[in-house]
């Protein structure tokens, strides 16, 4: 099946169908909804959402706007459309985030069971469902050793189908997700796994992916565990990708195959009235074995991260967060000492990142939201090489200053 196709069917049907909707006035049926992001970065050292080591960037928004329809009591539409400017990672385009039908077999206080199909939020983890939505997340930035800013459109959606359950547990319940479906692969998720702009592409891709997480009653814990199997299939154009190695400049080429990504992660969060410790673990498993090129010297990499994030809500307007944050772009080379060596003139410090983040948030009211953050970043293992061309002028030491203010409606 064609989930390409699919989503841009849904889409134009449910934008039509919506309208006649919303010119009926079935306001119990339609809803539309919208947010606007406005971010401001600045860093002493390195780039982060453009040239923010100058005189800051303000190259940082996310426009979204979307539409929901319930046609029946068990059938509902959604679609969300978005603009987000990146620094030269998004350029602010439109783009569509999701466009799904999503049908309910069965709803009981027991168990509910159902089925979504379009393009879909990939459930990844604890945020990365809604982690375009300011007010969902507990910061600016999401950890970047697990929610890669770089490769966002690949985690973040999917065209395919989820078959979702929700089933009571003794002490709590239990959401289950299971997924396949065809992954996005932009330009970026090619400078995320082979580091440059390659001369051919990513397609024919698929992706599996399972995701169980345990609620208690009381809501103090939760506990979670994710599993995904990704093939993206590399097409080459005829041509060779420049890449310093070395110390010399030759030409290499990938060739036609499939880049393998297998994740597992685990979940853990405790909550009390004021307290919220949020702990996640990610191995990364990439093989580049059947592309060969520059990657040939070191076909297979497990990626190591995690992260541990305390937040504490003072009330219901002010709340304080601290995080320490931690990349290992290859789990046997923790400091990246050997992939320097072989992968001359990066730096060590290119393959992994710690970053220890304080932050605070401000709602005067539901509609708003204010933070401001300071990173203290050792490592530039997802410094994006879109913002940072020249890998070799990039500084170990750095740390980040970021504002942003979120209006939804």
Not at 169 to 179: A, I, T
Not at 322 to 338: H, I, T, V
Request: negative net charge; contains cysteine.
């Amino acid at each position: 099946m064609n989930f390409k196709y699919l989503s841009a069917l849904l889409v134009s049907g449910l934008g039509a169908f919506c309208s006649v909707a919303f010119a009926e006035g079935s306001d119990n049926d339609f809803s539309v909804n919208g947010f606007i992001t406005q971010g401001f970065f600045y860093t002493d050292e390195n780039n982060v959402y453009g040239e923010s080591s100058e005189h800051g960037s303000f190259d940082f928004h996310e426009i979204g706007l979307n539409t929901a329809y319930r046609f029946t009591p068990k059938l509902r539409g959604a679609v969300q459309l978005m603009s987000r400017q990146a620094g030269e990672v998004d350029n602010g385009d439109p783009q569509l985030d999701y466009a799904l039908l999503d049908y309910r077999f069965t709803d009981s206080v027991e168990h509910a069971v159902g089925m979504r199909v379009g393009r879909l939020k990939v459930p990844f983890g604890f945020y990365n469902e809604t982690r375009d939505v300011a007010f969902t997340r507990p910061s600016i930035m999401l950890p970047q050793s697990l929610y890669f800013d770089q490769a966002r459109d690949l985690e973040l959606s999917i065209d395919g189908a989820i078959l979702y359950g929700s089933i009571s547990v003794p002490g709590g319940w239990l959401d289950v997700d299971l997924l396949y479906g065809s992954p996005q692969t932009d330009t970026n998720v090619e400078y995320a796994y082979l580091a440059v702009d390659a001369v051919g592409e990513f397609d024919q891709s698929e992706g599996f992916m399972g995701r169980v997480i345990y609620n208690s009653e009381s809501g103090r814990f939760r506990l979670g565990a994710t599993v995904s199997e990704y093939r993206l299939g590399y097409q080459p154009a005829g041509g060779t990708v420049p890449f310093d190695y070395n110390g010399g400049d030759p030409q290499f080429e990938f060739h036609d195959g499939d880049l393998k990504l297998n994740v597992a992660m685990l979940s853990a969060q405790y909550n009390t009235e004021h307290w919220s410790l949020t702990g996640e673990y990610m191995v990364h498993d990439i093989d580049w074995t059947e592309l060969g090129g520059i990657y040939a010297a070191r076909p297979k990499t497990p990626l190591t991260s995690y992260y541990l994030q305390l937040q504490y809500r003072l009330n219901y307007n002010w709340d304080l967060l601290l995080r320490y944050d931690d990349l290992m772009l290859d789990g046997n080379d923790p400091k990246g000492k050997e992939n320097s060596q072989m992968f001359y003139p990066r730096q060590a410090h290119n393959f992994y990142s710690q970053d220890v983040t304080l932050g605070v948030g401000w709602r005067p009211n539901s509609d708003w939201l204010f933070r401001a953050e300071l990173h203290n970043v050792e490592g530039t293992g997802w410094a994006a090489e879109q913002d940072n061309p020249d890998s070799a002028k990039l500084r170990k030491y750095w740390n980040i200053f970021a504002l942003q203010a979120t209006y939804r409606f």
